[in-house]
Each structure stands twice: as structure tokens, then as C-alpha cells.
């Protein structure tokens, strides 16, 4: 018995020859009784494994949600919500972030004026070619001017104070030198954001946050109650 | 049952229509763990384990035999587990002879000491047919489990197992061969009209 008789007559048993290839081997099996008896064992065998009983299944097999974890299905609008929330909170921060910021930078006081570090003396040594080259139009302008401007100039009025400050150092005036310039006055620098958008946008986040918090404990009561 | 309709459902990710599937299709798929495994607790485990990874990938299946489908993932259920096993061998079905060979003959079963009513107890053939399940290469217990035992068609066996044609009509008639040459060991457990004619295609 060679494979492809074997399997020639395993298709036949099951009906998956093509017409004329079973007619042919049907007249060899009429006259090959060795032929036929495998086909009888092959049939037996096939007949004893569909004789082998169903089993029902010991339990149900049925997945929870817990199982495969799955989250709640939520409403439509959720992610709307989760949009309108992120923004608001980031929108939030970073206005505070720049209301912080801006008013920190703007009073600063320049950094190579403090002296002492390796930077600033980097500064100090270029500072009176700047000053040199940008000297002839702020020179003409008195420092004492430049007090009283408004708060949005107030940088380019620290500016200007610093070039004027600098050659005076250099050339080692101290004393009287520094006394000459009038104390500067406080300058009360405007924060960008009104605090009223900074309220706004915090009732935003926490109305939103909360709406997600609702939506999702009443989605999560509906699941536990299918 | 609309099975398309669920399957459909199921693809949108409603568990209550897939387990409605897995109702309709739990006991088929427990047996052939079982016959591949021959372990009820291990069959059950393969079966769980099947139907959730079956949720979890059932976007990726795209029509044809839901049947064949879920086949696939009890038979990949059932290699994870027999690959588990050999890396955590166990004690073995089969008996050792004196010389602590496992003893290759499946006629251990007919076990002369037995009484004659033990030996014609309901449950002796099935486990005699499973003995010589056990006796196959995996891949043609797997065919012969599907094709015979679950009546399922060569196209099917082929999708569950993702083998050409020809290879599933070349293992199951190997399988069926294998298995009447172990089967003839069992002649007295038979049933009168499947009694084997011994050697008569030897």
C-alpha cells in the first residue's frame, strides 16, 4: 500500500474525490480485494472516532468584563469633555506659569551687573565695546529720563541704564558717580493674564473634571447592573 | 442564531453577543481540547484560554468558518500547553516495563488482570480510542480530532490548522491508518459491526 493510495482512498471515504477519480478507483477496488480491505479499516477506524462521545463542557466558558479588561463603555460626549478639560488646565497653567514669569523677569536686575562670576566678567570685558558702538544715540539721553516711563519700556529702560552704568564702573567712579543717578523708582510691572481668565479657565477644568468623574461612576453602575 | 450578526456585534465590542458564541460553540471546543490534551482540568484551561484570546483578536477575523476560526485558537491553546508541559514534565500515561522503558504497546490497557465487567464498562473504548489519539504525532491527532471526531470538512481542518489541503488529506489518512493498527489491540472492546480484521492491510 503505498501514500497515495492511502490517501486516494481516505478522500474517497469522504467524499472529496473528483467524480472521475473515484469512478477509477472504485473499479480498482472491485477488483483489488487488498485495496479493499484498507478502505474497510480506514472506514472502521473513521466509524469507532465518531463514535467517541461529546462531552459537555464542564462549566460555562463565558467571559466577564473583568476577565477580558474591558473598560465601561462611556457616553459619546465624554471625549468632548476630556478635550474642553485638558485645554483648560493647560491653559491654566501656563497663564499662571506667564503671570508668574513675566512680572520675575521684567524686575530682575541685569545679570552682568552683579559681578563676581566668570559670565558676567565675560560681559564686563565686551560690555564697553557695545556700549561703544551703541553709545551715540543713548548718551544724548539722560538716565534720570528714563524712570518715569511706563511699565511696558521699563526693560529697555534697564537696558539703557545699564550701558550708562558700565563705562562708569570701568573707569572706576563709585561714590559720587552712583549717587548722581536718582534711586530708581519701584516699577510696578502689569501681570499678562487677568486673573479673572485665570478664575475662568480653573471653574472650566474642575466642571469638567467632575462631569468626567459622574459619567464615568455612571457608566461603570450601569455595567455592574447588566 | 444570527452568528454574523453577533460576530459583528462582537467585533464592535459586545461580550454579550461573543458569549453567545462561546455557548454555542463551548462544547466543541472543550472536546477537541480535550481529545488533543486527553486532561479534563488542562482542556478546560485551553478552552478559557481560547475563547479570551479569541475576544481579544476577534477584529482580526474576516469571515469564512467562525468555526474553523475558533478551532485555531484552542488548537494554539492546546500546543501552549503541551509546550508548557514538556518544559514541566509529568508522569506519564503509560506504564513502564520492568527495565523502566515506557512501554510502546498499547495493549497495557487490556489489562488481563481486569475483571470482565470492568472491561465492559462504557467508558473502556473511549479510553482506549484516546490511548491511541495519544499514540499520534500532534499534528495528525489534531487533524484526525477535527475531521473525525468533530466532523468538521478538509477546508475547515485546513483554516484551523493552517495547512494546505493536500497536507490534511496526507495526515488524516496516515491518522486513520495509525489508528486502526493501534485499535486492533482492542478487538474485545469493540463494538461487533467496527471489529477489525487484524493484518488484513498489513
Same mark, same amino acid.
Given at each position: 500500500?503505498?501514500?497515495?493510495?492511502?490517501?486516494?482512498?481516505?478522500? @474517497?471515504?469522504?467524499?472529496?474525490?473528483?467524480?472521475?477519480?473515484?469512478?477509477?478507483?472504485?473499479?480498482?477496488?472491485?477488483?483489488?480485494?487488498?485495496?479493499?480491505?484498507?478502505?474497510?479499516?480506514?472506514?472502521?477506524?473513521?466509524?469507532?472516532?465518531?463514535?467517541?462521545?461529546?462531552?459537555? =463542557?464542564?462549566?460555562?466558558?463565558?467571559?466577564?468584563?473583568?476577565?477580558?479588561?474591558?473598560?465601561?463603555?462611556?457616553?459619546?460626549? @465624554?471625549?468632548?469633555?476630556?478635550?474642553?478639560?485638558?485645554?483648560?488646565?493647560?491653559?491654566?497653567?501656563?497663564?499662571?506659569? =506667564?503671570?508668574?514669569?513675566? $512680572?520675575?523677569?521684567?524686575?530682575?536686575?541685569? =545679570?552682568?551687573?552683579?559681578?563676581?562670576?566668570?559670565?558676567?566678567?565675560? @560681559?564686563? =570685558?565686551?560690555?564697553?565695546?557695545?556700549?561703544?558702538?551703541?553709545?551715540?544715540?543713548?548718551?544724548?539721553?539722560?538716565?534720570?529720563?528714563?524712570?518715569?516711563?511706563?511699565?511696558? +519700556?521699563?526693560?529697555?529702560?534697564?537696558?539703557?541704564?545699564? +550701558?550708562?552704568?558700565?563705562?562708569?564702573?570701568?573707569?572706576?567712579?563709585?561714590?559720587?558717580?552712583?549717587?548722581?543717578?536718582? $534711586?530708581?523708582?519701584?516699577?510696578?510691572?502689569?501681570?499678562?493674564?487677568?486673573?479673572?481668565?485665570?478664575?475662568?479657565?480653573?471653574?472650566?477644568?474642575?466642571?469638567?473634571?467632575? +462631569?468626567?468623574?459622574?459619567?464615568?461612576?455612571?457608566?461603570?453602575?450601569?455595567?455592574?447592573?447588566? | 442564531?444570527?452568528?454574523?450578526?453577533?460576530?459583528?456585534?462582537?467585533?464592535?465590542?459586545?461580550?454579550?453577543?461573543?458569549?453567545?458564541?462561546?455557548?454555542?460553540?463551548?462544547?466543541?471546543?472543550?472536546?477537541?481540547?480535550?481529545?488533543?490534551?486527553?486532561?479534563?482540568?488542562?482542556?478546560?484551561?485551553?478552552?478559557?484560554?481560547?475563547?479570551?484570546?479569541?475576544?481579544?483578536?476577534?477584529?482580526?477575523?474576516?469571515?469564512?468558518? #467562525?468555526?474553523?476560526?475558533?478551532?485555531?485558537?484552542?488548537?494554539?491553546?492546546?500546543?501552549?500547553?503541551?509546550?508548557?508541559?514538556?518544559?514541566?514534565?509529568?508522569?506519564?500515561?503509560?506504564?513502564?516495563?520492568?527495565?523502566?522503558?515506557?512501554?510502546?504497546?498499547?495493549?497495557?490497557?487490556?489489562?488481563?488482570?481486569?475483571?470482565?465487567?470492568?472491561? #465492559?464498562?462504557?467508558?473502556?473504548?473511549?479510553?482506549?480510542?484516546?490511548?491511541?489519539?495519544?499514540?499520534?504525532?500532534?499534528? #495528525?491527532?489534531?487533524?484526525?480530532?477535527?475531521?473525525?471526531?468533530?466532523?468538521?470538512?478538509?477546508?475547515?481542518?485546513?483554516?484551523?490548522?493552517?495547512?494546505?489541503?493536500?497536507?490534511?488529506?496526507?495526515?488524516?489518512?496516515?491518522?486513520?491508518?495509525?489508528?486502526?493498527?493501534?485499535?486492533?489491540? #482492542?478487538?474485545?472492546?469493540?463494538?461487533?459491526?467496527?471489529?477489525?480484521?487484524?493484518?488484513?492491510?498489513?
Amino acid at each position: 500500500m503505498n501514500q497515495r493510495d492511502l490517501e486516494l482512498l481516505s478522500s @474517497y471515504l469522504d467524499g472529496q474525490l473528483k467524480l472521475s477519480d473515484s469512478a477509477r478507483l472504485e473499479r480498482r477496488l472491485s477488483s483489488d480485494p487488498d485495496l479493499r480491505a484498507v478502505l474497510d479499516d480506514l472506514r472502521a477506524a473513521r466509524g469507532l472516532l465518531r463514535q467517541l462521545p461529546m462531552r459537555k =463542557a464542564p462549566r460555562n466558558f463565558t467571559l466577564t468584563p473583568k476577565m477580558v479588561g474591558k473598560n465601561p463603555p462611556l457616553p459619546r460626549s @465624554y471625549p468632548a469633555f476630556k478635550f474642553v478639560t485638558s485645554l483648560a488646565t493647560l491653559l491654566l497653567f501656563f497663564t499662571l506659569g =506667564a503671570n508668574y514669569l513675566v $512680572p520675575q523677569l521684567a524686575s530682575q536686575p541685569p =545679570a552682568f551687573g552683579m559681578g563676581g562670576g566668570g559670565a558676567p566678567e565675560v @560681559y564686563s =570685558a565686551q560690555a564697553p565695546e557695545a556700549a561703544a558702538t551703541e553709545a551715540p544715540a543713548e548718551e544724548s539721553e539722560p538716565p534720570v529720563q528714563l524712570a518715569p516711563l511706563s511699565t511696558a +519700556t521699563a526693560s529697555v529702560a534697564e537696558d539703557s541704564a545699564r +550701558t550708562a552704568e558700565i563705562p562708569s564702573e570701568k573707569n572706576g567712579v563709585t561714590g559720587e558717580g552712583g549717587l548722581e543717578n536718582p $534711586p530708581s523708582a519701584p516699577v510696578e510691572v502689569q501681570q499678562p493674564v487677568r486673573p479673572i481668565w485665570q478664575v475662568l479657565l480653573a471653574g472650566i477644568a474642575l466642571l469638567g473634571a467632575v +462631569t468626567m468623574l459622574l459619567m464615568r461612576q455612571l457608566a461603570v453602575a450601569r455595567w455592574r447592573r447588566k | 442564531m444570527d452568528e454574523q450578526a453577533l460576530i459583528h456585534d462582537a467585533q464592535g465590542g459586545s461580550l454579550d453577543a461573543f458569549n453567545t458564541l462561546i455557548l454555542h460553540y463551548q462544547d466543541s471546543i472543550f472536546n477537541t481540547a480535550l481529545r488533543i490534551l486527553s486532561d479534563d482540568d488542562l482542556a478546560a484551561d485551553a478552552t478559557q484560554e481560547a475563547f479570551l484570546s479569541a475576544f481579544k483578536s476577534i477584529s482580526s477575523f474576516r469571515g469564512g468558518s #467562525f468555526k474553523a476560526w475558533l478551532m485555531r485558537t484552542v488548537t494554539n491553546a492546546c500546543y501552549d500547553e503541551l509546550r508548557r508541559q514538556k518544559r514541566r514534565p509529568t508522569t506519564p500515561l503509560e506504564p513502564d516495563t520492568e527495565d523502566g522503558e515506557e512501554m510502546d504497546s498499547p495493549r497495557w490497557l487490556a489489562d488481563p488482570g481486569m475483571s470482565p465487567e470492568q472491561e #465492559f464498562e462504557a467508558d473502556e473504548l473511549e479510553h482506549a480510542l484516546q490511548h491511541c489519539l495519544d499514540n499520534l504525532p500532534l499534528e #495528525f491527532k489534531t487533524v484526525v480530532v477535527m475531521a473525525d471526531v468533530q466532523g468538521m470538512d478538509y477546508s475547515e481542518v485546513a483554516i484551523a490548522v493552517r495547512v494546505p489541503l493536500g497536507t490534511i488529506k496526507s495526515r488524516l489518512a496516515r491518522a486513520r491508518l495509525r489508528l486502526r493498527e493501534c485499535l486492533q489491540g #482492542f478487538t474485545e472492546l469493540l463494538p461487533a459491526s467496527f471489529r477489525l480484521e487484524e493484518g488484513s492491510s498489513a
